[in-house]
C-alpha cells in the first residue's frame, strides 16, 4: 500500500485516490480545429516512459481535490506531488516524508564490543546441567508416558499436562510444546508421507521452515497443512499426519477474524538477540514501537541455543513497562510492501483449543505502517543432498538443539552429526550433555578446528573430511554411513536413530527482499545476505549474516538506536549481556554430495524435488533458478523452501558448472509464511463483505415483502410479490396498476448534485450535450453527459432551482463517478468558472408517483398545490406541502404516464410514504419496484445507461440526435461526433423486437442474424438483445436491442439464437407504448 | 410549511438501531460508549478561503472557517470542519440549518459563495470511551494516536469499506464524531458492532 502525499491533507493510504492518468495534457483550445488525427492523439495516446512521469490523482476518499504527482513508474515511488495548475518541479526528488531514507543494514556496521569472560558452559566441554541453561525452574516430574522427555529443563510447564490424539493415538505432552516437540517426547518422530514419492518423512526442523511434518488439525476445529513445529499443543488437539496435501474443512468456520491498523516509529522484526537489543535501545525514547514475533515467547533462536534467557527477560520486562512499547507475541510478519508497509498475523486464541472465547477473533491481520524497521528475522539452517537424506530422524542440527533446550525433549537416543561449519558443535555437546549418545561428527571439513578439539575432548568422535554418504532404516533411521569427502572407499557405518545435518544458514531476507532490497552472496557465509534498500529499513543479527552473538546483539542495538535518533528522538544504550568470545573457523561451502548411485538426494523435500531432477532440468536447457523452479517445483510447496532454496541454487550452479553467486535467489513474495484466506478476510464477509446502502424507506419495502435488487451497493426493491405470486405475475400486476391506476415506486437511490455558482450554466452546457442555460428556472430537462469520446457516460435530469443554481440527478450506480467527473474538469481544466459542486443523495428522498390517477392521490395530499396540467405542465418543478411535509414535486415521467417525483427530507419520508399509501388505498395504490420500473421505461423505449449502452454508444446511436446541440460552440465529447467512426452507417441503433411468437422470450445479451439458417462460422453478428420483458399493456414479450443499422431496418425481420433455435423477430421502433405521448398528461 | 414539520414524526437514519447501540455501551462498561446523535444541522459551505467572504462569513458565524487542513473551529454550539481548501461543514444544533444557511448567504453578499443543506446527508454517531480509539483502529487507516490525531483535529478518510469524515473532539475524554452517509449508516453500525465485540 503506497502513502501518497496529498498537497493538502499530508500522507494517507493509496486506497484514498483515484488515479487520473498522464498530466498535462490539457484541453484543446479549439478542438474544432484538429483533423481527426489530433483529435485522436489527444483522446487515446499517453506517454508510457520508464521512471519519473507526472500524473494526475484525485483525494477521493478525502478532500476531493485533483493533483498532481510526479511517480517513478518502475518503482512506484511518488516523487513529488504539486498542486493543480502548478508547473511540475524540476527535481522530482522524495518530498520530506521520506528524507534521509537508509540503505540496508551493511555486515560491516559492527561497533566493536570487547568480549568478558564468562563461565558459559556450552563451551567448556562438561557435562552441565540442562536445567541451569534455561530450565523453567525446579519441575521435576516423571513422565513415564513420555520416554524421550527429560526429567528437567526446557521451557515446558511440566505441572500443566495435556492429551492429545494424533493419527488416532493418545499422548500427553505439556504447556509449552510444538506438537512436534510434544510428538517427540512419546517418540514419535515420522509426521507423514511425501506428496508424489510416499517416502515416510519426520520432523526435520524446530520452526517455520518445516518442509516434513505437515500435519491436519482435526479438533476442536479443522485446518490443513499446518507445520507440527508451528502449533502450539492444548488440551484436547487432534491432529493426523498428511500425504503431502490437507483437506479443507467442510463446515463453516465458527470464528471470527478481525484486522486492526498500527503505526510506529519503529518496527522490530524477530525478538531473538538482535530483536530484543533493538527493541531495548529504543525502548525508553518515547518513540513508538512495535516488536513482533511469531512465537509465544521472546528470544528467537536463545530459546533453542537456551543462552542468555535472563536477559531476554529483562529486556521483556523493560519493554512491557515501556509505554509506547507494543509486544506482539505468535504474530509473524508475512508482507512487507510499499512505504513500509507491513503485514502481520497475530494468532490470538488457537493456543487456547476448545477454550478459546467466542468474542476475541482466532486470528488478527496487524496492518503496520511504520517509519522505520528493522528486521531481525534470524536465519534457517541448511540441509545437504546426500544419499538418502529424507528418512524420518533426519533433523537440521539447531533445531534438535532446540527440543532439548527449549522443550526438554531428546529428538534420538544415538546421534550422527554431518556438517560443514562450526554450528553443528554447539548442537552435538548440548546433546551429549543431555543423554544422547553423539557416535561421531562427521565434519567436511579437513581443518576443523578448535570446536572439534572441544567435542574430542567430551569424547565425541570426530571425522574430519569426511561426508555422510548413506542412511539406513525403515522407515526411521538405524545406521549412517560416512566416508571421506568425495570418495566412496573406506566407509564407516554407525548405528544411529538420529542424524544432525548443518550445511550453513540462510538469512531470512524475505522481508527484506519483499520490500524491494537488493541480496548479495556472501562468501564465506556461502549465502545470500541483505544489501541495500530504497527503503528506510535495517537488517540486524544473523538475518544480516551475522553469526557471532557478540557482534549480533551489538548490531541490533545499533540500528534500533539509529532508527529512532533519524526520527528525532534519543536513543539510550540497552545493557548487553556478557557474551564469551568462541572460536571460530571457516565454513565449507558445500550443497551436493556424492553418493552411491539410484539413492536419491533431496533438495526439496516437500516437493519431493531431487538432485536427478535439478540434472534434468539443466539437462533440457534451463540456466536460470527460476526456470529449474517452474521445471522442477523445488521451492513452491508451502515452506516456499526455505530450508531448500539456497541449497537448489547451489546444486544448479554445480551442476550447470557456474558460481551459485552469478545464479541469484528466486524472487521472494509474501506471505512469508501460509496466512489462511479467512484471516486475510477478517470481518469483511457475509453481511459486511461489502457495504449495503439502504434508504430511508428500506425496512417500509422489508415488511410489505419486498424482494430486493443490488443496484451497485444498494438494496432496492426489486418486486413485491403477494400471496405466492411468481415475479412474472407480480411484475405485470405492478405495470398494470401503473398503467391503468396508481403505482409508487422508492427513487431515493438517484444521485444528486447540487450545481451553484454564477458561472453554473455555463458548467452544465459544457458537461451535458445538450443546452442547459436555457431552461428556466422552475423547469427540468432531461440531459446525456458523455466522455471525450462521445460515448454516452450517464444521464439524468436537471431541475433549475435559481439562476446560478442546478440540481443535478444522475443514475443510482453513476453518483460518485459523475461527481468526480464535474470535480476533474472544474479543477483541472477549468479552475477560472465560479461553480460549486456538492453532492446531496441522501439529503433528499424520492417517491415516484405514477399512473393516470396519481394527479388524484396528489391533489388530496397536496391542497396548496395547483395540480391541472396548465398551472403545473410537464417538466416543471413545485415547493409545496405533501401530507404536511415540506416536498419539492417535479413532474417527470420514466414511464409515459402521467406521473411525478416528490423530493422530501428522508427523516420524513417515512410519513410520506404512508400518507401515499393510505390516499392511494381508493385507486389501489400498488407499490413497484425495479422491474416494472424496467418494463414500464423499455415499452417507452427509454434507455438505461449501463444496460441498454455500453460506453461504446453515442446519443445518435440510441436516437436522441435531439438531445445533441448543434448551437453550442463546444462540449464534451463533441468533437469526437465529426470523427469517421461516429458517422458510419452501419453503426449499431438502439431498435425494439417483437418475437413474431408473441410468447417467444429472448434472454437478453441474445445474438441477432440475418438469416433463417446459420451459415457456417464465423456467423455474421447484426447485433444483440440489451433489455427483454414482458408487457402486460402490448399483451406480449418485446426486447430492445441494438441493431447495425437499425433505424434502416425498421419492419425487417432477423433471427435471434435461442438454444438451438433461431427465433424470427421484427424489427420495431423502440418506443412500442403510446407513441404519440397521449398518456403523459393524464 | 414549518409550523407543521413539528407535527411529522422524524426517523433519523438510526434511530432503530438505538436499541443495539445503547445494549453495547452498557455491556462494554463503558469501554466504547456508542450513540447516534441525530438531525445535527449541517451546511456545505463553498468559498475562496483567501476571498473577502471568508472573514465576512467568519463574522457572520462568530467563528472563523479552518484554513488549517484537517482541524475543526469550535465556537460555542457550532464547529466549523474543514473538508478542503475551499470547502466545509458548519455543523450546529438541531433545527439551526436554515438560520445558518441564511446568515451565510447574507453574509456573502455578491462572492460566489455556494451554501448547501446537507443535514440529512451524514448522521453523525458518536464514539467516546477508553477503547474508542481501539474500535476506529480496527477499520481506520489513520494514525489515531493522541498525540497525532489530537483533539480539533478531523480527517476525510475511510472506516471499514465506507467514507466518513472523523473529528476528535475537544479532549481526548470527549471521543469522536464519525459523521457517515446516511445509506452506508446501517452497515457502519452493523461493523461497529462486530468490530466492539472483544470489548463488550
Known amino acids: 500500500m503506497l502513502l501518497i502525499p496529498c498537497p493538502w491533507c499530508g500522507p494517507r493510504d493509496e486506497a484514498e485516490f483515484h488515479y487520473g492518468g498522464q498530466a498535462h495534457v490539457p484541453y484543446p483550445e479549439d478542438s474544432a480545429a484538429l483533423t481527426d488525427e489530433e483529435w485522436a492523439r489527444y483522446l487515446f495516446f499517453r506517454d508510457n516512459p520508464k521512471g519519473p512521469f507526472a500524473e494526475r490523482w484525485s483525494h477521493a476518499a478525502g478532500c476531493r481535490r485533483w493533483f498532481n504527482a510526479v511517480r517513478d513508474t518502475a518503482t512506484n515511488e511518488i516523487l513529488s506531488v504539486y498542486r493543480s495548475g502548478e508547473p511540475r518541479p524540476d527535481n522530482s526528488t522524495r518530498p520530506g516524508l521520506w528524507a534521509g531514507v537508509l540503505q540496508g543494514g551493511s555486515g560491516g556496521h559492527n561497533p566493536p564490543t570487547a568480549p568478558q569472560s564468562s563461565t558459559d558452559p556450552a563451551g567448556s566441554g562438561t557435562a552441565a546441567p540442562v536445567s541451569g541453561r534455561g530450565g523453567l525452574g525446579e519441575e521435576t516430574t516423571p513422565v513415564a508416558t513420555q520416554p524421550f522427555r527429560l526429567p528437567t529443563g526446557g521451557r515446558v510447564h511440566r505441572g500443566e499436562r495435556l492429551r492429545f490424539t494424533f493419527d488416532g493415538t493418545e499422548y500427553e505432552g505439556f504447556r509449552g510444546d510444538t506438537l512436534a516437540s510434544a510428538l517427540l517426547a512419546n517418540g514419535v518422530i515420522e509426521a507423514g508421507t511425501s506428496i508424489k514419492l510416499g517416502r515416510p518423512r519426520g520432523i526435520f526442523s524446530a520452526g517455520v521452515e518445516e518442509p516434513n511434518a505437515v500435519i491436519q488439525i482435526e479438533a476442536p476445529f479443522p485446518e490443513p497443512m499446518l507445520p507440527a513445529t508451528t502449533v502450539e499443543l492444548y488440551d484436547g488437539l487432534v491432529a493426523s499426519s498428511l500425504p503431502g496435501q490437507g483437506r479443507l474443512a467442510t463446515e463453516p468456520d465458527p470464528a471470527r477474524y478481525d484486522a486492526v491498523h498500527a503505526h510506529c516509529d519503529l518496527l522490530v522484526v524477530g525478538a531473538g538477540p538482535a530483536g530484543l537489543a533493538a527493541a531495548a535501545a529504543a525502548a525508553r525514547s518515547g518513540a513508538r514501537v512495535i516488536l513482533a514475533d511469531d512465537r509465544p515467547e521472546l528470544g528467537g533462536s536463545l530459546l533453542g541455543s537456551g543462552e542468555l534467557l535472563d536477559w531476554a527477560e529483562e529486556i521483556g520486562a523493560l519493554l512491557e513497562v515501556a509505554p509506547e512499547v507494543s509486544v506482539l507475541r505468535r504474530t509473524t510478519v508475512f508482507g512487507h510492501y510499499d512505504d513500509n508497509h507491513l503485514l502481520a498475523v497475530e494468532r490470538r486464541t488457537s493456543h487456547l483449543g476448545a477454550e478459546a472465547p467466542e468474542h476475541v477473533s482466532r486470528e488478527r491481520v496487524w496492518r503496520i505502517r511504520a517509519r522505520r524497521v528493522v528486521l531481525a528475522t534470524g536465519a534457517h539452517e541448511r540441509s545437504l543432498a546426500f544419499a538418502d537424506n529424507d528418512r524420518p530422524g533426519v533433523m537440521l542440527a539447531a533445531s534438535a538443539r532446540a527440543y532439548v533446550n527449549r522443550h526438554g525433549v531428546l529428538p534420538g537416543r544415538r546421534a550422527v552429526v554431518f556438517t560443514t561449519n562450526d554450528s553443528a558443535y554447539a548442537a552435538a555437546l548440548d546433546l551429549a550433555a543431555a543423554g544422547v549418545d553423539v557416535a561421531a561428527i562427521v565434519d567436511t571439513r579437513p581443518e576443523p578446528g578448535e570446536w572439534a578439539r572441544r567435542a574430542r575432548e567430551s569424547g565425541i568422535e570426530v571425522l574430519s573430511g569426511h561426508a555422510v554418504v548413506g542412511t539406513e532404516g525403515d522407515p526411521r533411521l538405524t545406521a549412517v554411513t560416512a566416508a571421506p569427502y568425495g570418495e566412496s572407499a573406506g566407509t564407516r557405518e554407525f548405528a544411529a536413530d538420529l542424524l544432525l545435518v548443518s550445511g550453513g544458514w540462510n538469512p531470512v531476507a524475505h522481508l527484506f527482499s519483499q520490500a524491494g532490497g537488493k541480496l548479495r552472496y556472501d562468501d564465506t557465509l556461502g549465502s545470500f545476505v541483505p544489501g541495500t534498500c530504497r527503503q528506510a529499513v535495517e537488517v540486524a543479527g544473523s538475518a544480516n549474516g551475522v553469526l557471532d552473538l557478540a557482534r549480533v546483539l551489538a548490531q541490533g542495538a545499533a540500528a534500533g538506536a539509529r532508527a529512532i535518533e533519524a526520527e528525532g528522538y534519543a536513543s539510550e544504550a540497552p545493557r548487553l549481556p556478557e557474551v564469551t568470545a568462541e572460536p571460530h573457523s571457516p565454513a565449507m561451502r558445500v550443497f551436493l554430495v556424492p553418493g552411491p548411485a539410484g539413492a536419491p538426494r533431496f533438495v526439496d523435500l516437500q516437493r519431493d524435488v531431487t538432485v536427478d531432477d535439478l540434472t534434468r532440468a539443466t539437462g533440457a536447457g534451463l540456466r536460470s533458478v527460476e526456470h529449474t523452479k517452474r521445471y522442477t517445483t523445488a521451492g513452491t510447496a508451502n515452506d516456499q523452501g526455505k530450508t531448500s532454496g539456497v541449497l537448489a541454487g547451489g546444486v544448479v550452479a554445480e551442476l550447470l558448472g557456474v558460481d551459485v553467486s552469478a545464479l541469484g535467489t528466486t524472487t521472494f513474495r509474501p506471505p512469508y509464511t501460509p496466512v489462511s484466506f479467512a484471516t486475510l478476510a477478517g470481518r469483511d464477509r457475509g453481511a459486511l463483505h461489502d457495504p449495503i446502502r439502504t434508504t430511508a424507506l428500506h425496512d417500509w419495502h422489508v415488511m410489505h415483502g419486498a424482494l430486493f435488487e443490488n443496484v451497485g451497493q444498494w438494496k432496492r426493491p426489486w418486486y413485491y410479490p403477494q400471496d405466492g405470486e411468481d415475479m412474472e405475475t407480480a411484475v405485470l400486476r405492478e405495470c398494470a396498476a401503473a398503467r391503468d391506476g396508481v403505482a409508487f415506486m422508492d427513487a431515493s437511490t438517484l444521485g444528486k448534485i447540487d450545481v451553484q455558482g454564477p458561472d453554473a450554466a455555463v458548467f452544465l452546457d459544457r458537461l451535458y450535450t445538450n443546452m442547459m442555460s436555457t431552461l428556466k428556472v422552475g423547469m427540468i430537462r432531461y440531459g446525456v453527459m458523455c466522455h471525450l469520446d462521445g460515448m454516452i457516460f450517464d444521464d439524468g435530469t436537471v431541475i433549475r432551482l435559481a439562476q446560478d443554481r442546478f440540481l443535478v440527478t444522475t443514475t443510482t450506480g453513476n453518483a460518485a463517478a459523475v461527481l468526480d467527473w464535474m470535480e476533474e474538469w472544474l479543477q483541472t481544466e477549468w479552475p477560472g468558472l465560479r461553480v460549486h459542486c456538492t453532492s446531496v443523495t441522501e439529503q433528499w428522498a424520492t417517491v415516484a408517483l405514477v399512473g393516470p390517477r396519481s394527479r388524484e392521490v396528489l391533489g388530496t395530499l397536496a391542497p396548496a398545490l395547483a395540480v391541472d396540467n396548465d398551472s403545473f405542465p410537464f417538466m416543471a418543478w413545485r415547493d409545496t406541502t405533501v401530507a404536511g411535509v415540506e416536498a419539492r414535486v417535479c413532474r417527470i415521467s420514466f414511464s409515459g404516464e402521467l406521473a411525478y417525483e416528490i423530493n422530501v427530507s428522508p427523516w420524513e419520508a417515512l410519513a410520506l410514504w404512508e400518507a401515499l399509501y393510505e390516499a392511494g388505498a381508493p385507486f389501489g395504490i400498488t407499490p413497484y419496484g425495479t422491474e416494472t420500473m424496467h418494463v414500464l421505461r423499455a415499452e417507452k423505449g427509454y434507455p438505461i445507461i449501463g444496460q441498454d449502452t455500453d460506453g461504446t454508444v453515442t446519443p445518435h446511436d440510441l436516437g436522441m440526435s435531439w438531445a445533441v446541440s448543434k448551437k453550442k460552440p463546444d462540449f464534451i465529447g463533441k468533437r469526437s461526433y465529426a470523427r469517421a467512426d461516429a458517422v458510419r452507417p452501419d453503426r449499431k441503433h438502439l431498435v425494439g423486437l417483437l418475437p413474431e411468437d408473441p410468447g417467444a422470450f429472448l434472454p437478453e445479451g441474445t445474438q441477432l442474424v440475418a438469416d433463417s439458417v446459420l451459415p457456417a462460422p464465423p456467423v455474421p453478428m447484426l447485433g444483440h438483445v440489451t433489455s427483454s420483458y414482458r408487457s402486460a399493456a402490448l399483451g406480449r414479450t418485446f426486447a430492445l436491442a441494438l441493431v447495425k443499422g437499425g433505424r434502416d431496418r425498421i419492419g425487417e425481420r432477423l433471427y435471434a439464437p435461442v438454444g438451438d433455435r433461431l427465433v424470427p423477430v421484427t424489427v420495431a421502433s423502440p418506443v412500442l407504448y403510446d407513441p404519440e405521448g397521449a398518456r403523459r398528461d393524464g | ?200
Not at chain 2, 20 to 27: F, I
Not at chain 2, 34 to 54: H, I
Not at chain 2, 149 to 177: H, N, S, Y
Open chain 2, 1 to 200: 410549511m414549518a409550523d407543521t414539520a413539528l407535527t411529522i414524526p422524524r426517523r433519523s437514519p438510526l434511530s432503530h438501531a438505538a436499541d443495539r447501540l445503547a445494549a453495547a455501551t452498557r455491556t462494554s462498561g463503558g469501554a466504547v460508549r456508542l450513540a447516534e446523535l441525530p438531525f445535527l444541522a449541517q451546511v456545505n459551505v463553498r468559498l475562496d478561503a483567501k476571498g473577502a467572504a471568508a472573514d465576512a462569513v467568519g463574522l457572520a458565524l462568530g467563528l472563523q472557517l479552518p484554513l488549517e487542513p484537517n482541524t475543526v473551529v469550535r465556537a460555542g454550539e457550532l464547529t466549523a470542519v474543514w473538508l478542503g481548501p475551499d470547502e466545509w461543514l458548519v455543523v450546529g444544533p438541531t433545527g439551526g440549518q436554515r438560520d445558518l444557511e441564511s446568515r451565510i448567504r447574507a453574509a456573502s453578499g455578491d462572492e460566489p459563495v455556494a451554501v448547501t443543506d446537507v443535514s440529512a446527508q451524514r448522521t453523525t454517531l458518536l464514539i467516546t470511551g477508553p477503547r474508542a480509539r481501539d474500535l476506529l483502529a480496527h477499520g481506520c487507516p489513520l494514525d489515531l494516536h493522541p498525540r497525532i490525531f489530537r483533539a480539533g483535529c478531523c480527517a476525510q478518510t475511510t472506516l471499514a469499506r465506507t467514507q466518513i469524515v472523523l473529528v476528535a473532539r475537544d479532549e481526548p475524554k470527549a471521543g469522536f464524531w464519525v459523521l457517515v452517509r446516511s445509506s452506508f449508516a446501517d452497515y457502519l453500525t452493523d461493523w461497529l458492532l462486530d468490530a466492539a465485540a472483544e470489548y463488550v
